[in-house]
């Protein structure tokens, strides 16, 4: 019967406007929360998974004479520059504006609001050290008993794997990150993204690798995804001073036909109830100051002191970052030659 009342008033509603929502493809939400905002405002969702927070971010660009979509979600503050740089977005002075934390307000054009926050950060299989020694420092992943436990992923294709190395270049300097990742050279496995990094080669899922980039929230969802097998953690977080702050955006597009339904998406993405489900749906903290996190966040939290790079210095430096990491790590170049070239 609720079933059926609930068809009425979507027939009622007619579903006048069908929004769309590109986004990255970690997206989730509990399907109850967006069918009741489905049902509450006749609005029809439809949302469109562009891959990586990158690749969706260039799938926006390119598609801007005529946009793919209404609203685009899950661009970090690695990308934030680049998003603001090509004119994508449209401000919005959202009401729930006030309840977000001042902290993750970057774009003081409000195109860009955030949505939710999280630290990229190095795990280790609990289970593998048992016996062993961890490494006391980064630079002891570059020795002959680490080097080749670590698996990264590239930060050309992936958002953790960018920003892993901007936290290597926020933590050593210009003139030293290219040193350490050279003594990972040989030794570290390079993925393409987080997925086959974390379930192909982690030694948690039967890989080979027992230290992975990934984020300081991963402990916690093995734990809430164990099914009771796990009563604590079965990984731990390594290197605070590695741990690299990110931010995810939602804005929405210029030229969507579809603007005030656009509005009501982003002020629901901001309010209480779908703040609150994000924790457990994305494992990323809410924007929200008012946001309760779940029980099981207390396996995963902030670490101190992690590392923070200023938009504007990214948007500078990141192709460059990139291209200067690929020549070192995959074709094989000398720190100094590549530092030379700088010149």
């Known amino acids: 019967m609720k079933g059926f009342v609930s068809l009425l008033v979507l027939l009622a509603f007619g579903f006048a406007q069908e929004l769309t929502v590109l986004t990255h493809s970690s997206f989730s939400l509990d399907k109850a929360l967006i069918e009741e905002f489905q049902r509450t405002t006749g609005i029809r969702l439809r949302f469109l998974k562009g891959g990586d927070a990158g690749e969706t971010l260039n799938k926006a660009i390119l598609s801007k004479g005529a946009p793919i979509a209404d609203v685009l979600y899950g661009f970090d503050n690695t990308f934030l520059s680049r998003a603001l740089e090509a004119d994508l977005l449209l401000p919005y002075r959202s009401p729930e504006i006030r309840n977000l934390r001042s902290a993750l307000l970057l774009d003081p054009s409000l195109r860009a609001l955030p949505v939710d926050y999280g630290y990229v950060s190095l795990n280790y299989d609990k289970s ?131 603007l005030e339904a656009a509005r009501k998406f982003v002020d629901w993405l901001l309010s209480k109830p779908v703040q609150e489900n994000i924790p457990t749906e994305m494992w990323v903290y809410p924007a929200r100051r008012d946001a309760r996190l779940p029980e099981v966040f207390k396996w995963a939290p902030e670490p101190i002191g992690p590392v923070r790079l200023d938009p504007s210095l990214i948007a500078k430096n990141r192709e460059r970052w990139i291209d200067e990491w690929t020549r070192v790590v995959l074709q094989g170049k000398s720190p100094e030659e590549v530092r030379r070239s700088r010149r």
């Not at 670590?150 to 300097?173: C, H, I, K, Q």
């Not at 030293?176 to 050279?182: K, T």
């Not at 093995?222 to 001073?241: A, D, H, Q, R």
Request: avoid cysteine; charged fraction near 20%.
């Open 128 to 258: 593998f050290f048992k016996d062993r020694p961890l490494p006391k420092t980064p630079q002891d992943l570059a020795r002959p008993e680490y080097v080749k436990l670590l698996v990264v992923e590239n930060p050309a294709t992936s958002s953790p794997g960018l920003a892993f190395l901007m936290a290597t270049v926020a933590r050593f300097g210009e003139d030293a990150y290219l040193d350490f990742w050279a003594g990972l050279r040989g030794g570290v496995r390079v993925a393409k993204g987080w997925s086959e990094a974390y379930y192909t080669h982690f030694t948690l899922y039967k890989g080979d690798r027992p230290i992975v980039v990934s984020y300081t929230t991963s402990p916690a969802a093995e734990v809430y995804y164990s099914g009771g097998k796990y009563e604590e953690p079965p990984t731990e977080n390594l290197f605070p001073e590695l741990a690299f702050f990110q931010v995810e955006f939602v804005g929405i597009l210029k030229g969507t036909k579809n």
